[in-house]
C-alpha cells in the first residue's frame, strides 16, 4: 500500500489548464483518464454552480477541492464581512460541488501593516467563525501555507508548521491543512510537520520548483521533474501520515499555460506516474 | 538598556554601498560618524589583506564582519577541498581584520541534485571540519539562514530554527548564527528562534522586505522603513536574547547602489534611529 501513488489519485488542478473553460477542462480529464479535478470559484461562476455540479457528476469525476477561500486579512468591518459572506458562500459551493475541501489563502499584510501577529490573529478569528457553517455542510477548511516569498503580499501563514498550530484550535471535521509541495519543500521540518498534520491534511497539490524565478514569482511552477523537488520524499510523508487523497498536480506557469491542453494532461500524468509511482527510499 | 539600539552600535555592511572600493567606503563611514563596517572578502583582497587592516584601524573601526564563507554542497572531492581550503583562508583573513565573525553562506543543492538531507548534511560536515580553526584563531563562523526562496540555488540553510540546530552541534566558540531581517522576517516562530539562539547570535543585519520582487530576487531589499518589516519586534527580541553587538545595515538594491553614497549613508542612519531607536510595545 506504500509503494507509491497511483493514477487513480490524480487530479488535475484547473489552474493547470487556466485559459480552459469548465466545460473544456472537464472533457479533458475524461479524454485522458483523470478521474478527480480541482475546481476554481471563477470558473465554476461563469458556466455556473448548478450546471457544473451536473457536468462533473455526469462525467463521473471527483472534485478534490475547491480553491478557493481566505483573503481575511482585512482591517475595515465592512470589507470584513464582506470577506467572510464570500467565504461562507465558498463553503456553499464546495458542497454543492460535492468535494469536501475549500482551499484557504490566508491574506497577507493588510495596506501599510507591518504587524504579523495581527494579521495572523485576524486569519484564525475569521478560521474561527466559519467553522459552524463547514460542518453543518461537511466541507473542510483547508489552510494553505504559502511560500514565505508570499509573506508580504497574499498569505501571511508562511510555513506547514504553522498552518498546522492554527488548524489544532478548531475541530477536525472543520479545518485541515493543505500540503503543496511548491510552498513547503524547502523547510528542514517538513517531514516532522506533515507527520504532525496526519489526519488534518485535507489536500495534497504538486508541482515543480524551477529555476530562475521568473519576474511574476506566482508563475514560475513547473511539471514534476522539471525543478528540484523530491517529490518521492514528501508523498511518502504525506502517505504515512494517513493521507490517501487525491493529490492535485496544480501549475502556474504561463508556458505551461500556452500549450496545447492535451499534450498537458499527458504531460502531467507521465511525470505523475514517475515521480510519486513509485516511493524510492528517503534519505534522514 | 532595553530600549533601543543607538547609532553607537551601527555597522555600514559594504554590500550597501557596492560600487565603492575598500578607502572609499572606509572614509564614508568616518565622514559619517559610522563607527563600524562589514567588510566583504572580494574588495579586502583588491585593497590588499594587511593594507584594508591598517585602514580600518587608523580609521578606529570596528569591523563587525566579514563576508563570506560558505558554498559547501560540493560534491567533487577536488572543488570540495578548494571550498574547505577557501573557508580557512576567509577564517585567516577575519583574525587578521580583527573581526570575530565570518559570515557563512551555505550553499544551494548540489547541480542536478533533489536531496535536501544530503545537502544539508555537506554543510554540517564542512562546518565540524572548520571548528578547529575558528577555535585557534578566535573567529566565529556565523552560519546564516537565507530566505527560502533561494535554497535551491545559494543556501539550503532556509530559517533560523534550522541555523540554531545546526549551530548547537558545535561549539559556542566556534559556530553561531547570523539573524538578517529580510531572509527571517516572515517566520512565525522567529521570536522563539532568537530566544532560543541566545548567546549565539553572532550578528545581527538589517533591511527591509520591499513589493514588488524585482526580476533579479537578490536585489529587492531596500532601506529601513521602505518595506514592511517590524525592525523593532525583531530588535527586541535580539536584545533579549543577549545580542549587544553590532547591527548592520546590509541592502542589495540596484538603486541604493546607483545613489550617491553621501545620501546613502545619512539615509541608513536617519533611518536606523527611526527604526531601532526605541522600541515601541510589541504584540503578541
Known amino acids: 500500500m506504500n509503494g507509491g501513488i497511483g493514477l487513480d489519485r490524480l487530479s488535475l488542478n484547473q489552474a493547470t489548464v487556466k485559459h480552459l473553460g469548465l466545460t473544456e477542462a472537464v472533457a479533458l480529464c475524461v479524454r485522458h483518464d483523470i478521474p478527480a479535478i480541482g475546481l476554481w470559484r471563477d470558473r465554476v461562476a461563469e458556466a455556473g454552480l448548478a450546471e457544473t455540479a451536473a457536468a462533473v457528476r455526469a462525467a463521473g469525476l471527483r472534485v478534490s477541492s475547491l480553491c478557493r477561500g481566505g483573503f481575511f486579512t482585512v482591517a475595515d468591518p465592512d470589507r470584513r464581512r464582506a470577506a467572510l459572506a464570500d467565504n461562507l458562500a465558498a463553503l456553499a459551493e464546495a458542497a454543492e460541488l460535492g468535494t469536501g475541501t475549500l482551499v484557504l489563502v490566508s491574506g497577507g499584510l493588510p495596506p501599510g501593516q507591518r504587524d504579523l501577529g495581527l494579521a495572523r490573529r485576524m486569519v484564525e478569528d475569521a478560521i474561527g467563525s466559519l467553522v459552524p457553517e463547514a460542518q453543518r455542510l461537511g466541507v473542510r477548511l483547508g489552510i494553505e501555507a504559502l511560500h514565505p516569498m508570499f509573506c508580504a503580499d497574499r498569505c501571511v501563514i508562511s510555513s506547514l508548521g504553522e498552518a498546522v498550530d492554527l488548524a489544532l484550535a478548531f475541530p477536525a471535521d472543520a479545518v485541515g491543512v493543505v500540503v503543496d509541495t511548491y510552498h513547503v519543500w524547502w523547510d528542514a521540518r517538513l517531514a516532522g510537520e506533515i507527520a504532525r498534520a496526519g489526519q488534518r491534511i485535507v489536500s495534497f497539490q504538486v508541482c ?77
Do not use: M
Open 208 to 284: 515543480d520548483w524551477v529555476l530562475p524565478l521568473p519576474a511574476d514569482t506566482l508563475l514560475g511552477r513547473g511539471h514534476l521533474g522539471d525543478g528540484c523537488i523530491d517529490f518521492g520524499a514528501v508523498a511518502a510523508a504525506v502517505t504515512a501520515a494517513g493521507y490517501d487523497g487525491d493529490v492535485e498536480v496544480e501549475i502556474f506557469n504561463a508556458e505551461v499555460w500556452d500549450a496545447p491542453p492535451d499534450q498537458t494532461a499527458a504531460t502531467v500524468k507521465e511525470r505523475f506516474a514517475a515521480a510519486l509511482g513509485l516511493f524510492r527510499p528517503v534519505s534522514g
